[in-house]
């Protein structure tokens, strides 16, 4: 149990996650429980946040929890619908606002507040969202600071730790929002800073002894970042008794299964090598449908992954490499489609007859965490840094049907692709690339001959979670000298091009 826990209310807004992100960043451990279903023992907790909402303090059916057990007895910063619900509740006048509340704006101090304000000058940047304002302040509530449009921008309720600001101090845009922030959780309410990679590390692997105990756990590896991170973590706590499987199914980048498998090998991991790359092929032939083939991929890998836990006896536990997004999503107030991402996010959705209970050592952290808690462990930078790769593999980036040679055309212009970007020093700033082939011919010249050959698309593009993302714009001379390359290298190819769409509207796997 982590000491110094941070609640933060969830009340839906786009931008909860956010705050937490921010806590994270302070070395401050926090958690995200929705309005309607709040964490049962509140001793654990030594400061409580509210997050903002789409909801109106005043519509139909908005979220209006009971705050008596929070509010006077824990240090309490409430943000945006936070500090309108919190004025509401406390004897304030929520209303419609009759000025546009939205963009940036500029603190004016009204009263001094040393501790909460330290550090943030007069004129401040901020951030406001909303269309209802705070028309009048709560009993014993005191106006701290106003915006040329807010009179009530920040406010809090006398004889308490209690503070509410109309802003939202975790967007970037507000410029001394994380100083905020911190002065609150910090200075006003004393939650130490010891969330560190390490001390995650320390606590999680004492958990998973705790947890799991001299049973044996199954993995599924898959060369990426989190179910890596999972198994090493799972490996510290548990050593031999962790059987990673790392399924081959064909659909990997050029040398992955080999040089990915050695690398865990390198690193003390107890994992078997599954190629299973003809069974995956056989079960795709003739198949050109996108979904029909993700479910054939899906289905082939849980029956390889089931054979094989099968063999491992008295397996008792299944390891995830599930991230907190997944879990605040499955959670949330809006209720996300949780289910669909997991079936995405783990080893392709887990068949009841497995029976295998679950230990998910990533659930409570972040992606970037997930690589920083891997820093710390000493995994491989250049193993922490890959992009990520969908389940499916090549499957989905060759449209139509697959065969070998298709695989092996498009792993030679992929492998191309990708060291040109890591020779370039342009690995690390696109968050994802790959190539596709496509279902066409084009007609092309190859000294006196005619071509009749495939064309191949590059895609790059940066994101921050893959659920929208923008095309990069690769210098020209780098695509010029990838697409020769190519071209010249690459038997069957004579046309590259590449892809500037975004997402939305196009998707960045193209199946
Ligand atoms: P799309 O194509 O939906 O992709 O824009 C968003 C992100 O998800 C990855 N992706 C998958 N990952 N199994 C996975 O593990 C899948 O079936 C799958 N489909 C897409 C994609 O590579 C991108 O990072």
Redesign the pocket.
């Known amino acids: 149990m982590q000491q110094h826990n941070v609640l933060i209310l969830d009340f839906g807004s786009q931008y909860t996650q956010l705050i937490a992100r921010r806590v994270r960043e302070l070395n401050i451990y926090c958690e995200i429980h929705p309005y309607n279903n709040p964490p049962k023992e509140l001793e654990n907790f030594k400061a409580v946040l509210l997050s903002g909402s789409p909801s109106s303090v005043r519509s139909e059916d908005p979220p209006h929890p009971d705050l008596s057990e929070i509010r006077g007895k824990k240090p309490l910063l409430a943000v945006c619908y936070g500090a309108q619900y919190l004025a509401h509740f406390s004897g304030g006048l929520v209303g419609q606002s009759n000025t546009r509340e939205y963009g940036r704006a500029n603190l004016s101090f009204v009263k001094e507040d040393e501790l909460f304000f330290e550090g943030i000058s007069a004129g401040s940047q901020v951030w406001m969202s909303h269309s209802d304002t705070i028309k009048e302040l709560p009993t014993n509530g005191l106006r701290l600071a106003s915006t040329h449009d807010v009179e009530n921008a920040a406010y809090r309720i006398e004889g308490e730790e209690t503070y509410a600001i109309q802003f939202h101090p975790e967007v970037y845009h507000s410029t001394d929002g994380k100083q905020l922030l911190e002065n609150f959780l910090v200075k006003i309410a004393n939650v130490a800073q010891t969330w560190t990679p390490d001390s995650f590390v320390e606590s999680t692997v004492a958990a998973l002894q705790e947890k799991v105990g001299n049973e044996k756990v199954v993995l599924g590896l898959?060369g990426?970042v989190d179910s890596t991170v999972a198994a090493v973590l799972l490996h510290k706590a548990i050593g031999e008794n962790l059987h990673c499987i790392f399924v081959n199914n064909g659909l990997l980048r050029k040398n992955e299964f080999t040089d990915v498998l050695k690398q865990y090998e390198g690193m003390g991991l107890n994992v078997k090598g599954v190629d299973a790359s003809d069974r995956f092929m056989d079960a795709l032939t003739g198949i050109t449908e996108p979904e029909a083939k993700?479910k054939a991929?899906?289905r082939v890998f849980i029956e390889v992954f089931d054979d094989e836990a099968h063999q491992i006896e008295d397996a008792k536990w299944l390891a995830q490499g599930t991230i907190y997004p997944d879990v605040i999503e499955s959670v949330s107030v809006n209720g996300g489609p949780s289910a669909t991402i997991k079936s995405?996010?783990n080893v392709?959705g887990l068949p009841d007859f497995m029976k295998l209970k679950i230990v998910e050592p990533l659930r409570m952290i972040f992606k970037d965490e997930v690589r920083r808690v891997g820093a710390s462990m000493g995994i491989d930078k250049e193993l922490l840094g890959r992009?990520?790769?969908?389940?499916?593999g090549l499957g989905?980036r060759i449209l139509g049907d697959i065969t070998k040679e298709k695989v092996r055309i498009l792993q030679e212009v992929d492998a191309i692709f990708i060291n040109g970007l890591k020779e370039n020093g342009l690995y690390d700033k696109v968050?994802?690339a790959?190539a596709m082939l496509l279902p066409v011919n084009s007609v092309g010249v190859m000294g006196d001959e005619r071509t009749y050959e495939k064309v191949v698309a590059l895609r790059a593009?940066e994101?921050t979670d893959?659920?929208t993302?923008d095309w990069v714009n690769l210098p020209y001379e780098f695509l010029q000298k990838t697409s020769n390359d190519i071209i010249n290298k690459v038997k069957g190819v004579n046309r590259v091009v590449y892809d500037i769409s975004s997402?939305p509207p196009?998707?960045?796997?193209?199946?």
């Open positions: 898959s990426g993700r991929i899906g995405h996010h392709g992009h990520p790769f969908p389940g499916p989905i968050w994802q790959g593009v994101s893959g659920m993302a997402k196009a998707t960045i796997e193209w199946e």
